[in-house]
């Protein structure tokens, strides 16, 4: 494999665990203080898929040539980090906290669907690894967001705030790299356009179920930098958080 | 406020001086009865219960409350309510008069056929 590819490949997974490490680590927040004990133990089980996941992709990463996955997860600024700025930004109430899983999930799913046939191996594998993971989270996305879009007058007012507050953000989840002929020539990925394409598809059943209006698109402005290493002021806290123990003895054995 | 060394207790500012009402009726989801089956054909059985506003959210409650170890390839939810319970002041309906040998296995007398069969093997 050449360099360039080598770097194409890096700079995928960078944003792909990043994106799962820090929605891992948000959604870990709401431990113990979820609406009901059985969503609570739901969606802290599912943030603990997460992190999983991303730690699968931080060892394809560390095969590569990059530090070890803790290294990498822990010892990095917020400036270094690859993730696009919807999973970064704080939980607010559970309605957005919901809506951006459900965005966020479909998107995750088509990504990795995508990449079960990717011509780079080692992802692939991972990507078909975690198809039933994924296929439980999105429909655990769909189900909240339909009910609650159309269960009744505050319920459904607050998940169209909550959405309209997320949309730009989530778009921002397909900000185009300067890899992408790169990646779609070699057959690793589909590239983010393609994807965009397919994730919108997707939801937009859920999202006239559950009665949510999606705004016009003239006036669609996503929100890119996330994926070069612009970020939110609510980063770097939410980093500093989740390493202080690591930092504190990066040498310690777990 | 609750300040604690958890952040995200401070995080949900928790005031100390709301009281806490108890639930009224209604204002909790009604109960769910989950089963799962550990593999296909094997019969479901009984592993707990869980609050839910419908069928399709008990069973993703259901799933990761009960099945998340992956040990089930199956999960069926059924409604509490629709459970026809019977009363444990009626166990004794269970209890059976000891005396009849006859219709119990024991009171087959077989084990020298099946000595004599496996000698003729």
Redesign the interface.
Known sequence: MNQNTTDAIKELLYKMADDLLIIGHRNS?W???GP????D??FS??AQDKIGQAQALYVLLNELGEQEPDTVAFMRNANQFHNSQLVELPNGEYDFSLVRHFLFDHADQLRFEALANSSYEPLAKVARKVKGELK?HV??GN??FV?LGSANEESHNRMQAAFNEAWNYALGMFEPSKNEDLLIGEGIFEGEETLQEKWLANITPYIIKAGISIPSSETWKPVYGGRVGNHTIHLSPLVE?MSEVFRYDPTAEW | MIKSLD???T??EINLENTIEPLRDLDQ?ETYEVFHQKKRGDQHMHVGI?????A??AF??G???FG?RGLSVNIWVVKTRDVYVSDYEDSDIYETVPEKNYREAGGYKVMDKINKFKKGL
């Open positions: 927040e431990t113990g203080l009901i004990l059985e969503e133990i739901s089980s599912m439980y429909f655990h189900t909240w009910k958080e | 952040p995200r207790i995080r949900a989801w869980v609050h839910a506003p419908n399709e959210m993703i409650f799933k990761e409350q998340r």
